[in-house]
């Protein structure tokens, strides 16, 4: 996996448990970790922080993960963040490590176990 040491990752998932979870993993392997539980902060967390990896639950109660990746996308500041989406909705346990399927972003089946995330993270930073 790619040095987790400077690397900045924004996590965004509105579930508490869900957060805190993944948080956990992420500065356990290193990472700078900022979250939040909204879409709409996340936009402005991006922009603020510019962070190396976005990783984005696609169920969001105030604005949906692919909307925030849209916006982000059209914002010249923001359009080069790489995403990680996370869904409890995946259809086979292919789908799961299948990457691309958002276009330059991958997609992960929560919940997610700590080295499928880091697998995962490994794999964008290498790309």
């Known amino acids: ?22 948080e956990k993993i992420l500065e356990r392997a ?4 900022i979250t939040t539980t ?27 993960g692919d909307e925030v990746a849209s916006r ?3 914002d010249p500041a923001c359009a080069d963040i790489p995403i990680i989406f996370l869904s409890g909705i995946v259809m086979t346990r292919e789908d799961k490590f ?3 399927k ?14 499928e995330i880091l697998e995962m993270i490994g794999k964008v930073f290498s790309a």
């Open 1 to 22: 996996m790619a040095e987790a040491e400077n690397k900045r990752i924004l996590l965004v998932d509105d579930e508490e448990e869900a957060l805190m979870h993944l």
């Open 102 to 115: 958002f276009g330059r972003h991958y997609i992960l089946a929560k919940p997610v176990t700590p080295k």
């Open 72 to 74: 982000l996308a059209d």
């Open 98 to 100: 299948s990457g691309e």
């Open 30 to 33: 290193k990472f700078d970790v």
């Open 38 to 64: 909204k879409g709409v902060e996340a936009l402005n967390l991006a922009k603020l922080h510019h962070p190396d990896l976005i990783i984005l639950d696609v169920f969001l109660p105030d604005l949906e």
